[in-house]
């Protein structure tokens, strides 16, 4: 009914970038809050930053100043663009969205979770 889909991870060194990006797509009513979190291995999971639909962002103190979140409602799409990469930044990250759809005339908001990238910054 609804997926996310994310692209963009990879292999950088430390102090590069890269931009994750996370589609939504399928019968979409409305997606309200869009983030991003990520888990290390032997880590919990964990969040990154988070956008409301009308653009209020948060960061986790880890990030804040590296890392910009934003969205494009028009094409439900999510972007994390993270620079000054650290080897700690290197993680699985999964892209979430709270997102509103119809089904048989009823409505249901449900919480989603794309796949997962892989984001590796070697040192």
């Known amino acids: 009914q609804v997926q996310l889909v994310e692209s963009g991870g990879g292999l950088v060194q430390a102090g ?10 399928g ?12 888990q290390a291995p032997g880590k919990q999971r964990e ?6 639909s009308v653009g209020r962002t948060i960061y986790a103190d880890s990030v ?6 934003s969205r494009d409602n028009a094409k439900n799409t999510v972007y994390l663009q993270m620079n000054s990469l650290k080897p700690e930044d290197t993680a ?3 892209c979430n969205a ?23 910054v070697s040192s």
């Open 64 to 69: 804040k100043g590296r890392f910009t979140i």
């Open 47 to 52: 969040l990154v930053a988070s956008i409301t």
């Open 27 to 38: 019968s979409i009513f409305s997606i309200n809050a869009m983030g991003w979190y990520r």
């Open 92 to 94: 699985v990250y999964y």
């Open 98 to 120: 709270d997102i509103t759809y119809y089904n048989v005339g009823h409505r249901y908001t449900e919480d989603y979770w794309g796949q997962g990238t892989q984001v590796t």
């Open 16 to 25: 590069g970038s890269l931009r994750l990006s996370c589609a939504a797509s």
